[in-house]
């Protein structure tokens, strides 16, 4: 039997709840949102382009969710079109719709 030892360096994601958004005026599900936010453990205020949040999953730095009523836990994940990645919930169809039903960052 051989054994193995996990990286010490290695770090796992963090989880960061996105409570609101920055929509755009376009139509494209991968151009709706301009930014998403929220506030971190610390009660620090967060926001990320939509960009930035994308590599973010994509490196393992984050995972990023959304909260339904009642506690329901909804993973963000990035969806990818013919035009570019974006950002959309596990449950979502092609559009964000879950996101897009959040509040608008202030």
Not at 63 to 72: A, D, K
């Amino acid at each position: 039997m051989g054994s193995f030892a996990l990286n010490k360096n290695a770090q796992m994601a963090q989880y960061l709840r996105i409570r609101c958004i920055v929509k755009t005026d376009r139509t494209g599900a991968h151009e709706r949102i301009d930014s998403v936010g929220g506030v971190k453990p610390d009660g620090t205020p967060w926001k990320l382009t939509q960009d930035k949040a994308i590599s973010y999953i994509e490196d393992g730095t984050y995972v990023f969710y959304i909260e339904r009523p009642g506690g329901h836990r909804v993973d963000v994940i990035v969806a990818t079109s013919a035009y570019g990645s974006y950002l959309k919930t596990v449950s979502d169809k092609e559009q964000p719709s879950k996101l897009l039903s959040l509040p608008t960052c202030p």
